[in-house]
């Protein structure tokens, strides 16, 4: 066997120095070439969704309590889910839905169970509605419109002003609800369709399938989407995919459509668990309906809740006149896009029978499926009208050149304006996180006492960011629409909010009083929280 010398060594390890020295010389240029070579859908869908985090973050909405608070008991029990006790007996549609539940049990299992799991499965749903919207209306009409469509979502109150401690308009940005993640997934399904209908063969298959397997995973974040799913026909005749490509379409959606049928037999017993709980869910509304209110739903959607909502609905009526106009079939897909929802969600809401509500249409985030489509009608009507322009006319005005960046500047500067100002302010989770601080410095409080909304929440917050504990207490929690507070609400510590936006105040309207005996143990600097002792004796 030959022998390495002294010598020999040396020598190999100045070459493996060079070599490495070389690699490390070579490494930034591969790596610049490598960026040059990313395309920048690419890099504008990753400023998209940093923008998401960060906006996010911005708001900071605390974990919300019932429907959101149920999704997260439900990914953190999967498979134990007792459908059959509370609170997942009155809410089984929350639960049922895999395609959120799943995603949340993964997140929790990664990170803990705490407010960090929260944030992570929140940006993650409004990563794909934002990115989704880019996608979508920069398929359709190019970049510079679907950055504008996304700046145009990410600052409206539909979607800022989402805190209930604060002054709510919807649940939203920050809020573990379907609507956001089932709405993105279906929009990035509605863009991979419009990019394959630019290629052939197996560059068009794969695209196709992929398409197919986001649109059937967005039935399974929010059911009633697959009402978007009866024109795909008619999606694919507008795009001049052939006709036999349904098929192609088709198949990995019910391939989706089987594991979640084998998924529901197997936790729940009953392959169709998920359906029976969404066609059961509803009934007489607390709200006021009648027929020509439900009529309404989109328009009261978005300008009664928050009147910058109506750029939405000017959307829809700029995309009806450029299709007259333009007769482009991009315009057409959106309106079909619109109508096969608006149509099935309005009559559900109260038109066919107002005693009977199967969807409440009144509420923006019943319609975010619809929003992204309406922006790419709105901005696409605008850049085919002023291609239709004679170019003689065109370049006499400088539409193209001077006209349209200085509208767009203008508009969009004085819309942002507008939704900033619209905010009268933004709580965040201050006030959350300091009673975190407070009740970890005293292990000596073991009771509080709040109303439901307050204890759900509270949840999250007598534990870290991770998960792990940092007071022991118990939580004893009372509906908040009894006319009395129970008694054994009294025997501890009692937290308190006064409620804003549309939440109904604690036990009509009661609130602690120093006159009565309460003394102030401690509240937030905002003032949004408050934790009151009661006087010994107290009943009510």
């Not at 197919?212 to 507008?238: H, N, T």
Request: charged share 15%.
């Amino acid at each position: 066997m030959a022998q390495t010398t002294a010598g020999d060594t040396d020598v190999q390890q100045a070459a493996s120095g060079a070599g490495r020295a070389g690699a490390y010389r070579r490494w930034p240029g591969r790596a610049l070439r490598r960026v040059r070579r990313t395309r920048r859908v690419v890099w504008l869908t990753l400023l998209v969704a940093a923008a998401t985090v960060l906006a996010q973050w911005a708001v900071m909405t605390p974990p919300l309590y019932f429907d959101p608070y149920y999704v997260w008991l439900g990914a953190r029990d999967w498979p134990d889910i007792p459908l059959s006790r509370w609170p997942f007996d009155e809410v089984p549609h929350q639960v049922t839905r895999i395609g959120l539940v799943l995603p949340a049990r993964l997140v929790q299992e990664v990170l803990g169970q705490g407010q960090a799991s929260y944030f992570v499965i929140t940006a993650l749903g409004g990563c794909a509605f934002f990115a989704g919207t880019y996608l979508l209306v920069r398929s359709l009409f190019g970049d510079v419109a679907g950055v504008l469509a996304v700046a145009a979502l990410l600052v409206n109150p539909l979607f800022t002003m989402t805190n209930p401690y604060g002054h709510d308009v919807t649940w939203s940005t920050g809020v573990m609800l379907p609507d956001m993640p089932g709405a993105g997934l279906l929009t990035i399904g509605m863009a991979g369709l419009v990019v394959a209908s630019r290629r052939t063969g197996r560059a068009q298959t794969r695209m196709l399938v992929a398409a197919g397997l986001l649109l059937a995973s967005a039935f399974l974040v929010r059911e009633f989407l697959a009402f978007l799913f009866l024109p795909i026909p008619l999606y694919l005749w507008l795009l001049r995919i052939p006709w036999r490509r349904n098929v192609t379409v088709g198949l990995p959606m019910l391939a989706v459509l089987a594991v979640n049928l084998v998924h529901n037999a197997v936790v729940w017993g009953d392959p169709l668990a998920g359906l029976m709980s969404a066609a059961e869910h509803g009934g007489q509304s607390r709200d006021y309906v009648t027929r020509e209110l439900a009529l309404r739903s989109f328009i009261r959607a978005m300008h009664d809740w928050q009147p910058l909502g109506t750029v939405f609905a000017g959307a829809l009526v700029l995309t009806v006149i450029g299709f007259a106009v333009t007769r482009d079939r991009r315009l057409a897909l959106v309106l079909v896009w619109f109508f096969a929802l608006a149509v099935p969600l309005t009559a559900l809401s109260g038109v066919l029978d107002p005693n009977s509500i199967s969807l409440r249409a009144w509420l923006p985030r019943y319609w975010f499926a619809v929003l992204p489509a309406l922006l790419a009608g709105a901005f696409g009507s605008l850049i085919l009208m002023a291609r239709m322009l004679p170019d003689g006319l065109s370049r006499k005005l400088r539409v193209r050149t001077v006209v349209a960046p200085l509208l767009v500047v203008a508009l969009g500067g004085t819309y942002t304006v507008a939704c900033v100002r619209a905010v009268p302010e933004l709580p965040r989770d201050t006030a959350w996180s300091e009673l975190r601080g407070y009740l970890g410095e005293h292990e000596e409080i073991r009771l509080i006492c709040a109303d439901r909304r307050l204890a759900q929440t509270l949840t999250f917050y007598t534990r870290d960011v991770w998960g792990d504990p940092v007071w022991h207490g118990e939580i004893r929690d009372f509906p908040h629409y009894v006319p009395q507070i129970p008694r054994d609400a009294f025997d501890g510590p009692m937290l308190y909010t006064r409620w804003r936006g549309q939440e109904s105040p604690i036990g009509a309207g009661w609130r602690p009083s120093p006159a009565r005996g309460w003394r102030l143990l401690w509240r937030s600097s905002d003032n949004v929280l408050q934790l009151w002792n009661p006087p010994p004796g107290a009943t009510r």
